[in-house]
């Protein structure tokens, strides 16, 4: 049985985590997360969540096998015989040839590439604030509150995530740029990798990258 593996790549605030879910649920795939996965294991103590612990005890990063580890045994199960989608992984070129060597060929591997210029990032997070009530979000640009600072629906008082500003946003796409855009690269040299321009309506980025799915099964 063929099982599709989509793996959805940009960066942070280019709208991966929004279109993840909506294709997630239009293919029936489940949605794997990296960071849901490992805070299930740790809060589950399961057996590599207790080696995971050993890591951050120790101050260490959690090692790219253990993530894989975890993340293996999650797809082995009968939800993810179909497939499934990746969330957050793999982020570095490393994750990304330890994950090829776990495939056992069954894998129909979809890559999508969620392109956004950076400094239309910068404006997106920079702009964001939320309902501390309702959960509400908004953007002082793109989606204003009818007052400013208000929200629409229970009229509290809109806060802004205390990592949203400039310099955060700045550290984590350098970030972005130096570890994880060279995976992009090293899928584009595996076989290829869809580009979907992320500078623009959801609706239309979602269009674009079931456009990469179905032309990936052609
Ligand atoms: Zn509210």
Redesign the pocket.
């Known amino acids: 049985m063929v099982r599709t593996v989509l793996i959805l790549l940009g960066a942070p605030g280019a709208g991966k985590g929004t279109q993840a879910t909506r294709l997630a649920e239009s293919l029936r795939l489940p949605h794997v997360s990296t960071g849901d996965l490992f805070r299930t294991n740790l809060s589950q103590g399961t057996e590599l969540g207790q080696k995971a612990r050993t890591f951050m005890d120790a101050g260490n990063l959690v090692s790219d096998s253990l993530v894989i580890d975890m993340l293996f045994d999650r797809v082995g199960q009968p939800d993810c015989a179909g497939g499934y989608l990746l969330d957050g992984f793999p982020r570095t070129v490393a994750q990304a040839e330890a994950l090829q060597q776990r495939f056992d060929g069954g894998e129909d591997r979809v890559v999508i590439d969620i392109q956004v210029p950076d400094e239309l990032i910068v404006e997106r997070i920079i702009g964001r604030q939320s309902?501390?009530?309702?959960?509400?979000i908004f953007h002082t640009r793109f989606n204003p509150p009818t007052s400013e600072g208000i929200?629409?629906?229970?009229?509290?008082a809109?806060t802004q995530r205390a990592d949203d500003t400039a310099e955060v946003v700045g550290t984590r796409l350098a970030a972005y740029h130096e570890q994880t855009a060279p995976v992009a690269e090293y899928y584009r040299q595996q076989g290829g990798v869809c580009a979907v321009n992320g500078n623009q309506h959801p609706d239309k980025v979602f269009e674009a990258c079931q456009v990469c799915v179905t032309e990936a099964a052609a």
């Open positions: 309902c501390p009530k309702c959960s509400a929200c629409d629906h229970c009229q509290t809109l």
